[in-house]
C-alpha cells in the first residue's frame, strides 16, 4: 500500500521560513517524479515543483528564487525548503508521486499538510 505522509506545515509569518517532508512508503522511492502541489481556498490545485529521479527541478514562477525541492532517496523523502513566505503562499501542500506504468504513470497523493502566513 502507497503512503506519502506530509509534516512540517503550521503558521509562520510572512518573510519566515518554513520546511515541509513527506515520507513515502510502498513504491520505489528513487524513480520516478516526486512533487509538491497546494491549493488555496476556492482555488485549483496548482504545481509548486517537482524534482525528477535524477535530481532535475522544476518551480512555478510563483515560488522560484525562495522555494527549494530535494529528495533524499535513502530516507525515501522529499522536501521543501519554503524562504520569504508570503500571504500568498498560504494552502494546503500535496505530496505527489508520479511513477511509470506500462501505459504512462500513476500518481499518488498525500493528505495534505496546512501552511498559514500571518502578515
Known amino acids: 500500500q502507497v503512503q506519502l505522509v506530509e509534516s512540517g506545515g503550521g503558521l509562520v509569518q510572512a518573510g519566515g521560513s518554513r520546511r515541509l517532508s513527506c515520507a513515502a512508503s510502498?513504491?520505489?522511492?528513487?524513480?520516478?517524479?516526486m512533487g509538491w502541489y497546494r491549493q488555496a481556498p476556492g482555488k485549483q490545485r496548482e504545481l509548486v515543483a517537482f524534482?525528477?529521479?535524477?535530481?532535475?527541478?522544476n518551480y512555478a514562477d510563483s515560488v522560484k528564487g525562495r522555494f527549494a525541492i530535494s529528495r533524499d532517496n535513502a530516507k525515501s523523502t522529499v522536501y521543501l525548503q519554503m524562504n520569504s513566505l508570503k500571504s500568498e503562499d498560504a494552502a494546503v501542500y500535496y505530496c505527489?508521486?508520479?511513477?511509470?506504468?506500462?501505459?504512462?504513470?500513476?500518481?499518488?497523493w498525500g493528505q495534505g499538510t496546512q501552511v498559514t502566513v500571518s502578515s
Open positions: 524534482i525528477t529521479s535524477n535530481g532535475d527541478t
Open positions: 505527489n508521486a508520479r511513477r511509470p506504468t506500462m501505459g504512462g504513470f500513476r500518481e499518488y
Open positions: 510502498g513504491i520505489s522511492f528513487s524513480i520516478g517524479v
